[in-house]
């Protein structure tokens, strides 16, 4: 068969395809084949000719069908076994739990900041401000007030003190009432010792009260109590051993705050900021130059 032979069948086989039996042309998708045996599609089809691929509806239609098929198979397993209903109610109930412990969280702010900015403002009743008594108690109230604000100011001193948090174990260093450092610092730890016969026992807690500062130390010694001893198991050694002394665990610096209580460096600076100690103070060494550097003998220490 010669070339323009092939290409004739071709456009009478194409031409033969696109009409209906009557002899109109058809619209669609109507299929052929060539006279070689190869497959073409003419119109608009979900198929793609040339690759194969489905169209986008049918992508569609094929994952509803296959998410469809995979939840009927769930839900025939479910009903079918009773440990899978049990589980599925379990976890149905924690859900709820989750969000209904959750719904304070996000939405109290919002509600609380509502509450805040409807309040109605208190403003004085004119009619009662005639009243000669409700202003001599107005005028008594507001001089009350200013005399408690005088005395509250005289507890808070005009020099530099130090404020030390136990609960959360921060400090804060203050001058002429303003603040200028503050950071980690470590406090007593509650916790109780008692030696094997039971005859003594030492709860290690940090004084709280308004205290201060008693003396400073640069390259302090440890002279270590009876705890210390009793703490690693070994015996008390009598007041005057040379083993109760041990030099470089306090830091370059330590302030005295009475009683045996201290205020000193530490070897473990990743502790800084929870309760470990036996009831002295630790600062990390840089809060601890700064520290003993701007408070004085007699400087007061605040510890709540």
Sequence with gaps: M???????NLAESGA???????????GGSDTGSDSLGHNYQTGSDPVSPAT?????DSKIQSIKSLVSKYLTVAADYVKSHQWARTTLTWVIVLLLLLFILSVPVYFAPSLQQ?????????RPDSAL????????????????ITRLERRLASFVPTQTY??????????SLYRNRQLIREGYCSSGSYTLLKTEEGDKEWIFKTPRGRLSIQGKITHPVWRKPDWAFVEEGLPVPG??????????VLGKYAMSLGDGYLIHGTLY??????????????????DLEAVFNSLSVGSRVYIY
């Design 2 to 8: 010669s070339t323009e032979d092939h290409n004739g």
């Design 239 to 248: 007041p005057t051993d040379p083993l109760r002394y041990e030099s470089g």
């Design 52 to 56: 194969g691929n489905l169209g986008p």
């Design 129 to 144: 401000l005639e009243n000669r008594a409700i202003r001599r108690q107005i005028s008594a109230t507001r001089n009350e």
């Design 162 to 171: 130090l404020v030390i948090n136990t609960v959360d174990n921060r400090f």
């Design 16 to 26: 033969a395809g696109n009409k209906s039996p009557d002899g109109s042309a058809k």
């Design 269 to 286: 600076q990743r502790q800084l900021g929870m309760p470990v100690t036996h009831g002295c103070i630790r600062l990390g060494d840089e």
């Design 114 to 122: 509502s509450w805040g900015t409807s309040r109605a403002e208190c």
